[in-house]
Structure formats: structure tokens, C-alpha cells
């Protein structure tokens, strides 16, 4: 299982190849109708999230508001992807619009390979890279093929609440890495969290800060400056941010860069800070 970050070049060609790849555009339907990478379909992350707990506010049932990924069993994903066209063994390039999308394309990839596909690439720079390229542009809606897709769960991908708690508890709590904005991290922003502050042990590492200003991913050098040295030495180590998108981009960036695979917490933030009994950090 891997991934891979690819420009629209290589793109171009493995639109090309035999067998067929499958491409997904994770930016959101309306974006897609209006035009595409060809042969793409729109995938939402927010439809594959399952249901906030009781005694949650109401807000955090609005889709994008609440990020833990579904159980396997709860949203029949064998005959979803298949009808989208996935399959397990067939790569699948994945595409949002890079720092504008807040992460959608990598929470996409990351929720692609903890279920099973094999292989999965993410496109430097997203839509505004293919077009800027000169890539074909598609409209409307595509007839897909099915797949055939099989859910094979990689628990190394993920890492959940009772984990984690079990962890705190422990006092053997792993290291993070904290993907939101340095205030939310600090806890200065966004009162509809059930409690703002960081987990304990992370370190803020900002999503924005892993593009240059062309919008594409910051090179491998440039990578291994900004994360703190003792992340990159950690055993334990996992990701989260506010539901899980902007730390399944860092993590898929991570892994491409460095052959490891990062955990993402999921249900992040939001999920962590509805049970008063563990703590929400505030400040540095």
C-alpha cells in the first residue's frame, strides 16, 4: 500500500495507459460539473463520516463539522466503490485544488488506502496545476465503470479515540502533530468546538505550511526543515487537526517523503474535546 504525489505530466500519461486508471476529484460535485480532469468522478469526503454521538450539539451533525470515518460494515463501501469505479489492485489518482481545498484530496487518498487500494497518487497542485498545464477539461458527468472492490482495512492508517484514550490514561500518550492554524491550536478560535486548546504532546505544524506559494507541496527538503526533528524520530507518532482532513494530507505528504506510514486520528479535536474528563490544552 503507498502513495504517491505525481505532477500533471505524468497525469497526462497515466490517462493514457492500459489498463485504465481511476481518477477521483475530491473537490465536490458542483465543482466538478463544471468542469474536470477527464474520466474523473466526485467523491465528497463528508459522505463517507459517521454520526456524531448523543449528546453532541446539533452543529457538529452538519456535514464537514464531524470527521470520524464510518465503520466498514455501516455504509456498504464494497458496492459504493465498486460502482465508482475502484478497485483494489488498480492505481487511483486523487485531486482537489491543493491548498484552497483545506486538505480534501488527502483525506480522500488517506480513507482510499486504510481500506484497501493498493496504490494511490495525489496530484501536485491540484485542478489549478492540471489547468495551468494545459490539461484537457471535461464537463458533465462521466459513465463509470464498475470496479471490483473488497475491503481490506489497514489498521496502521488510523488511529481511534479508544486508543488514544487508553493511551492517556496509560500515561504512554504518543507524540502529534497538530495540522490546524497556530490560534487553534492555541485555542483562539472556532467557539462551535466542543472545546478549544490541542491534544496533549502535539506540536503545531500547519497545514498551509506545506505549500509554496505556486500552490504546489513544498519539496523534500523543505519538508524535513519544517517538522520538528523530534516528530521525525518518534516511534509513536500520529496526526490530527479539527476532523481529520488537513492531517490526512500532511500524512499522505509524510509518507511519500519519508516511506512511513503517519496515523490519522479521524475523529481529531472535535471528537477528543466532547469528553470532559481528558484534557484540551490551551496556549504553547
Given at each position: 500500500?503507498?502513495?504517491?504525489?505525481?505532477?500533471?505530466?505524468?497525469?497526462k500519461?497515466?490517462?493514457?495507459?492500459?489498463?485504465?486508471?481511476?481518477?477521483?476529484?475530491?473537490?465536490?460535485?458542483?465543482?466538478h460539473?463544471?468542469?474536470?480532469?477527464?474520466?474523473?468522478i466526485?467523491?465528497?469526503?463528508?459522505?463517507?463520516?459517521?454520526?456524531?454521538?448523543?449528546?453532541?450539539?446539533?452543529?457538529?451533525?452538519?456535514?464537514?463539522?464531524?470527521?470520524?470515518?464510518?465503520?466498514?460494515?455501516?455504509?456498504?463501501?464494497?458496492?459504493?466503490?465498486?460502482?465508482?469505479?475502484i478497485?483494489?489492485?488498480?492505481?487511483?489518482?486523487?485531486?482537489?485544488?491543493?491548498?484552497?481545498?483545506?486538505?480534501?484530496?488527502?483525506?480522500?487518498?488517506?480513507?482510499?488506502?486504510?481500506?484497501?487500494?493498493?496504490?494511490?497518487?495525489?496530484?501536485?497542485?491540484?485542478?489549478?496545476?492540471?489547468?495551468?498545464?494545459?490539461?484537457?477539461?471535461e464537463?458533465?458527468?462521466?459513465?463509470?465503470?464498475p470496479?471490483?472492490?473488497?475491503?481490506?482495512?489497514?489498521?496502521?492508517?488510523?488511529?481511534?479515540?479508544?486508543?488514544?484514550?487508553?493511551h492517556?490514561?496509560?500515561?504512554?500518550?504518543?507524540?502529534?502533530?497538530?495540522?490546524?492554524?497556530?490560534?487553534?491550536?492555541?485555542?483562539?478560535?472556532?467557539?462551535?468546538?466542543?472545546?478549544?486548546?490541542?491534544?496533549?504532546?502535539?506540536?503545531?505544524?500547519?497545514?498551509?505550511?506545506?505549500?509554496?506559494?505556486?500552490g504546489?507541496?513544498?519539496?523534500?527538503?523543505?519538508?524535513?526543515?519544517?517538522?520538528?526533528?523530534?516528530?521525525?524520530?518518534?516511534?509513536?507518532?500520529?496526526?490530527?487537526?479539527?476532523?481529520?482532513?488537513?492531517?490526512?494530507?500532511?500524512?499522505?505528504?509524510?509518507?511519500?517523503?519519508?516511506?512511513?506510514?503517519?496515523?490519522?486520528?479521524?475523529?481529531?479535536?472535535?471528537?477528543?474535546?466532547?469528553?470532559?474528563?481528558?484534557?484540551?490544552?490551551?496556549?504553547?
Open positions: 500500500m503507498t502513495v504517491t504525489i505525481i505532477s500533471p505530466p505524468e497525469l500519461l497515466l490517462l493514457r495507459a492500459t489498463p485504465p486508471i481511476t481518477v477521483i476529484d475530491a473537490r465536490g460535485t458542483e465543482d460539473l463544471k468542469g474536470h480532469v477527464p474520466f474523473s466526485p467523491m465528497n469526503w463528508e459522505c463517507w463520516s459517521a454520526r456524531p454521538p448523543a449528546g453532541a450539539s446539533l452543529d457538529l451533525s452538519e456535514p464537514g463539522y464531524w470527521g470520524e470515518l464510518a465503520a466498514p460494515g455501516a455504509l456498504d463501501y464494497e458496492r459504493r466503490f465498486t460502482a465508482a469505479g478497485s483494489n489492485d488498480i492505481p487511483v489518482v486523487v485531486y482537489a485544488d491543493g491548498r484552497v481545498s483545506k486538505g480534501r484530496e488527502g483525506r480522500i487518498a488517506w480513507m482510499l488506502l486504510y481500506l484497501g487500494v493498493r496504490h494511490v497518487c495525489i496530484l501536485n497542485g491540484g485542478w489549478s496545476a492540471w489547468v495551468n498545464s494545459g490539461g484537457e477539461i464537463e458533465g458527468e462521466n459513465r463509470v465503470r470496479g471490483e472492490f473488497k475491503i481490506r482495512t489497514q489498521p496502521a492508517r488510523r488511529v481511534t479515540f479508544h486508543q488514544l484514550r487508553h492517556y490514561l496509560r500515561g504512554t500518550m504518543p507524540c502529534s502533530v497538530d495540522t490546524r492554524l497556530l490560534t487553534e491550536f492555541q485555542g483562539l478560535s472556532y467557539d462551535y468546538q466542543p472545546r478549544p486548546g490541542h491534544l496533549p504532546g502535539a506540536s503545531p505544524l500547519t497545514f498551509e505550511s506545506l505549500f509554496e506559494e505556486n504546489q507541496f513544498v519539496s523534500k527538503s523543505r519538508f524535513f526543515t519544517l517538522t520538528p526533528p523530534d516528530v521525525l524520530l518518534a516511534e509513536n507518532l500520529f496526526t490530527y487537526c479539527e476532523v481529520g482532513v488537513r492531517a490526512s494530507t500532511y500524512a499522505m505528504l509524510y509518507e511519500a517523503y519519508t516511506g512511513r506510514v503517519l496515523p490519522v486520528y479521524d475523529g481529531s479535536i472535535m471528537e477528543w474535546g466532547l469528553y470532559k474528563e481528558l484534557p484540551v490544552l490551551a496556549g504553547n
